[in-house]
Each structure stands twice: as structure tokens, then as C-alpha cells.
């Protein structure tokens, strides 16, 4: 599969970006940089050292904290500013400055996870930049996640504590995200994104996974994330390309001028987006910045 347009004037001059036009590229990681087994092409590095070379920012904008990415995505030497935890961090990796933050009320944290623990759910919370998890919920995280990346993930990047809601308590801890699991559970999952939404208002509730659910701070997500950088660097709407495959994806994708959804993006994910490019598996990513550096 190829790059196709998704507007109603399919002539490329009319809906593919003039040159020099794009000065940032956002882009998510898991099914959209990286393969389905959680790797970084050589096309897809060379492509995006190219546009960095062309003087396009490139911008990682994921659902993990900054140490959780990666380690072929925090080497790479053009990568300077970084969308975090579904945008309730923007950072400068190189100064270390917090460009945008949006956090969640300790007590809307523990109302949240009380309420599931009712559910037939595992859940986790990102503070300061680190996951933290029940050791119990971890242990038997095995039952609920069958992707071993994600698995793998769970276990590795979450500090196990005694409970996790005492723990919030105890320090006061503000999160930056909160996530749950399902039992690999679609129909399951999206009942709950529904619920969710609907019994908490004030947050923002979305999904990455089939059989997860994220929950960020209503003022958290990649769109406003995306914004804010935006307005940090004076860069306008018409500037920005952003790259995603999930419902998390989607307010990055519209507030982009042009929003590039994977071949294997969700159905909602496709629709929010102007361009649909190959799957994650087919260097999707490069088959845009190819074409675009074509013109510039």
C-alpha cells in the first residue's frame, strides 16, 4: 500500500504541502515509527535524518514517558523535543525544560481507581515520569496482555508498590497518566471508553491498545501537546505533519494540517486524517517524508 488522500481534490498539487512548508513532523511510536515488534527501520531513520537534515523538526509524540522509549528513538542525534505520556508533557531533551504539563488531582486519581476496582481490570499510573503498579495487579499482568511487547513493557517499566492508591495518598502524587488493562477484551474495552468518558468528565479518556485504556487530565492530549510546541517554536497549523494509527493519535492528527494515519490505523484514527500512508510494517512513515522531500 501506498500514500492516498483522503480529501475530495485528490491532484497532489492541491493536497500534498508546498515546499519547505512543513517545518515539524510529529510522530507517534507504537504502530506508526516502530514495526509491530517495537522497531525502528533503517528507511524510516534514514528518512527522518533526512527531513532533520532539511531543517524539519522531528518530534516523538507517544503514550510512554521520555526513558521509556526506545533507546534507537532517544539516540537518534536530531531528536530535540518530545510529546509524552498522550501530551501531559512537552520536553526539551536537551535542556531538560518543561514546555507543557497537565497533571491529575491526587483525589480524581483515587476516585477513579477505586471505581475500578469493582471492574475485572489491572491498572498502573505514570508519576514523575516513571510507571508505578500493585505488585499484585503486576504479577498476574500475564492474564490480561497478550502482546509480549506490551507485556514486556508492563513489567520492566512499572515499579511495583504494596498498593497503589495508598501510595498516591501517601505522597500526595499528582499523575500524569493513569492506564488499565482488559483481558484482551475489544468489545470489553470499548464499553469502558464509553463509560468512562461518561463518569468522568474531566478527563481525557482514549486507547492505544485493543485491551487498553489511557486517562490523562482533560488539558493532556497529543493535539494540545502538538499546539503548544507549536506556538513554542512560532510555528503555524500549515507547518505541521503528524503521524499516527490510534484513538490517542486522533486530536494530533486534526490539529495537524497534515494528519497521516498508518494503514493499519484504527477506523476513527484513518477518518481524522487528510493523507493514509502505508502500515507501520511497510515504513509508512518513510513512504511520506520520501515523497515529501521529493519537493522540497
Same mark, same amino acid.
Given at each position: ?29 507504537? @504502530? ?8 525502528? $527501520? ?6 527522518? &535524518?533526512?527531513?532533520?537534515? =532539511? ?6 509524540? $507517544?503514550?510512554?514517558? #521520555? ?7 532517544? =539516540? ?25 504539563? =497537565? ?30 503498579? $500493585? ?8 492474564? #490480561? ?21 495508598? #501510595?498516591?495518598?501517601? @505522597? @500526595? *502524587? ?16 470499548? *464499553? ?25 487530565? &482533560? ?14 517554536? @512560532?510555528?503555524?497549523? &500549515? ?6 494509527? &490510534? ?29 493514509? $500512508? ?19
Amino acid at each position: 500500500m501506498q500514500m492516498k488522500f483522503r480529501t475530495a481534490d485528490t491532484s497532489p498539487e492541491k493536497i500534498f504541502p508546498s515546499p519547505g512548508q512543513i517545518r515539524l513532523i510529529a510522530l507517534d511510536l507504537d @504502530g506508526t515509527l516502530l514495526t509491530s515488534d517495537k522497531r525502528l $527501520t533503517q528507511r524510516n531513520r534514514e528518512a527522518l &535524518s533526512a527531513a532533520a537534515a =532539511a531543517g524539519i523538526e522531528i518530534v516523538p509524540a $507517544t503514550g510512554r514517558f #521520555y526513558s521509556g522509549m526506545p533507546e534507537d528513538v532517544r =539516540a537518534l542525534d536530531h531528536v530535540r523535543y518530545c510529546i509524552l505520556i498522550n501530551g501531559a508533557l512537552v520536553i526539551d531533551s536537551i535542556t531538560g525544560e518543561k514546555i507543557y504539563t =497537565a497533571e491529575i488531582d491526587t483525589q480524581d486519581a483515587l476516585a477513579f481507581f477505586e471505581y475500578l476496582d469493582d471492574l475485572p481490570v489491572i491498572y498502573d499510573c505514570y508519576i514523575d515520569s516513571w510507571g508505578y503498579m $500493585t505488585g499484585s495487579m503486576q504479577e498476574k499482568a500475564g492474564e #490480561y496482555i497478550s502482546n509480549i511487547h506490551s507485556l514486556k513493557m508492563v513489567r520492566e517499566l512499572r515499579k511495583p508498590v504494596p498498593e497503589l492508591k495508598r #501510595y498516591i495518598l501517601e @505522597g @500526595g *502524587y499528582r499523575p500524569q497518566k493513569l492506564q488499565l488493562f482488559t483481558r484482551n477484551d475489544v468489545p470489553y474495552r470499548d *464499553y469502558l471508553l464509553h463509560e468512562l468518558a461518561e463518569r468522568f468528565p474531566d478527563f481525557s479518556v482514549t486507547s492505544s491498545l485493543p485491551n487498553n485504556i489511557e486517562v490523562n487530565s &482533560s488539558a493532556a492530549d497529543k493535539g494540545l501537546a502538538l499546539k503548544a510546541l507549536a506556538d513554542h517554536l @512560532g510555528i503555524s497549523r &500549515s507547518g505541521l505533519m503528524a503521524f499516527g494509527d &490510534s484513538l490517542n493519535d486522533i486530536p494530533m492528527l486534526r490539529a495537524a494540517a497534515w494528519g497521516v494515519a498508518m494503514g493499519n490505523a484504527h477506523p476513527a484514527a484513518t477518518e481524522a486524517a487528510v493523507l493514509q $500512508t502505508a502500515s507501520c510494517d511497510e515504513d509508512g512513515v518513510a513512504v511520506i517524508v520520501e515523497e515529501l522531500l521529493k519537493i522540497v
